[in-house]
């Protein structure tokens, strides 16, 4: 950001809070360089406060510190989430806060169970930024969110090619937690259940897809377009 437009960003900033307009949101998310890129995105606008946190522990921490916040943006796959357990427990926490996911891995079916447990939205992390940042003002003023792109393509995706036909829905989980060069543990974290759970599931995918180890198996789901 160039020094006119950090000058004219920190003015507005400073009138939109000044007349009580300010949007407060805190971001969740366990990478660094996201976490930083969508701060970026959202304090451009001028009226948009942001807060951080690395982990749902930090969430739960600033909260507990009674700081307002419009909506609250989680990551789905950040320690301590525990699948859609972390989304249940801040949204059940004191505030007039909303509280939506974030996610790069997350399907269909995540974003739906969120939605109907409540969530004011879900936000895949390839939204460009003035999607992103209208689906926050979206939500913020009490609406839900859910991008019908992402729902309809992962529909057509998991329809059109025999690899979803051979594969459980669970070991399309696996398999796409292996495109995104994650580890078992990892996986076993997003997902919910145990390790060795994991290695069996992926054991069995590479047989039923003729894959010889992790790294041709994400490189077959990648060719196939599946993530």
Known sequence: MDNRLETATGRARSEAAESGSMLRILIADDHDLLRDTLVTYLQREGDIATETAPDLAGVVAILDAGTPFDLVLLDYSMPGMNGLDGLER??????????????GTANRETAQKALSAGAAGFLPKTLTARTLVNAVRFMSMGEQYLPLGFMNAQEEVEAAHPLTQSLSRRELEVLEGLTHGKSNKEIARDLDIREPTVKLHVKTLYRKIGAANRTQAAMMAKEAGLF
């Open 90 to 103: 801040v949204m059940a926490m004191p505030g007039r806060h909303r509280v939506a996911l974030i996610s």
